[in-house]
């Protein structure tokens, strides 16, 4: 495969507001040791994307500076001491930053094959979403079969993402959304039940059913009390973003007294290595979830590489429901 010099890119020409993302032209990455160098298709919007054009989430020192922390493609160049992968090969992948590009580099060992029967488009949405979800939900938050899992923003990427694989693994599935239509969502792909909470307390919902024994939440501020009321003895509180404020007054001996356990993490400052176990449990043992039919990314919308600000202003509306990418290649 041919590979030229510079290539196509989205840069963030200062912090702020979406329209601050502009297209340039940049060297095409070389990919060293271990590393693998993709020809993206798609490269899936998140989160953590608007965050870092918004001057709120640097790359490591290491990483691209350019947005994009997932992307589907083809194998374009291979670093020594790479023996999984050929030029060539179709790939999903998780990126340290890049990937609204015509090209990205990531670590050999944080790329999937495309799941059999997936196109690329779908492909893309996975490694983010799927690599979070795994990590927090069951590595860290022990989901297992039977327990009651409440996830708010169930219908972000995410939600969407996490409840389809929670009810996969057994659990009884609970979530929070912002609209009747977006709860409908939830309760649709698996959901036993949703609240809205513009007219539910999550609280006082849960608490005839014994409370969760696992929450995983994006939301932080306030809910973060909430949280605490909302799970059972001995449940556990997973922490993964704080869009509301990370900041909030807890009484910690509810805590002691009832057992509980917060815990959270972020994915991107982790180093390679456990990125790469991630990637080893979610190819074991969420690939064939979606082979027999568990679980399947939800499609919000799609946008040509050079919309990007459009796709972010997608991302920040209160209207988006799943995952968007953006077009980079056929």
Not at 93 to 113: K, S, V
Not at 184 to 193: F, H, I, N, Q
Not at 269 to 278: E, F, H, N, V
């Amino acid at each position: 495969m041919s590979v030229p010099d510079a290539m196509l890119a989205i840069e963030i020409t200062q912090p702020g507001p979406p329209d601050v993302l502009a297209p340039c032209s940049v060297p095409v990455p070389v990919p060293g040791h271990g590393q693998i160098l993709i020809r993206v298709a798609y490269a899936g919007v998140n989160r953590p994307d608007a965050l870092q054009r918004a001057g709120a989430y640097n790359p490591p020192a290491n990483a691209s500076p350019l947005p994009g922390l997932e992307a589907s493609g083809h194998i374009a160049a291979i670093g020594p001491g790479v023996t999984r992968w050929m030029v060539g090969d179709a790939v999903c992948a998780l990126l340290p930053g890049g990937g609204y590009a015509e090209y990205a580099l990531t670590a050999a060992d944080h790329a999937l094959p495309i799941p059999e029967g997936m196109g690329l488009r779908e492909a893309a949405c996975l490694p983010e979403t799927c690599f979070t979800v795994w990590s927090n939900m069951v590595m860290r938050g022990g989901l297992k079969a039977g327990e009651r899992f409440l996830v708010h923003g169930g219908s972000s990427g995410i939600g969407t993402t996490a409840i389809q694989i929670a009810r996969a693994l057994g659990a009884r599935v609970f979530a929070t959304a912002g609209s009747d239509k977006k709860c409908a969502v939830c309760t649709d792909l698996g959901a036993e039940a949703a609240f809205n909470y513009n007219d539910q307390d999550f609280v006082t919902e849960m608490k005839p059913m014994g409370g969760a024994n696992l929450i995983l939440d994006m939301v932080g501020g306030k809910y973060l009390p909430r949280n605490i009321r909302t799970l059972a003895d001995e449940g556990r509180l997973v922490q993964i973003a704080f869009l509301t404020g990370a900041k909030v007054e807890l009484n910690f001996a509810e805590l002691m007294i009832r057992r509980l356990t917060i815990t959270g993490s972020t994915l991107r400052p982790q180093s390679d290595l456990a990125k790469a176990r991630i990637a080893a449990q979610v190819e074991h043992h969420v690939w064939p979830m979606i082979a027999r039919g568990a679980f399947n990314p939800v499609m919000d919308s799609e946008y040509p590489l050079a919309e990007a600000p459009a796709a972010h202003w997608r991302i920040e509306s209160p209207g988006h429901i799943g995952k968007i990418v953006l077009k980079v290649a056929e």
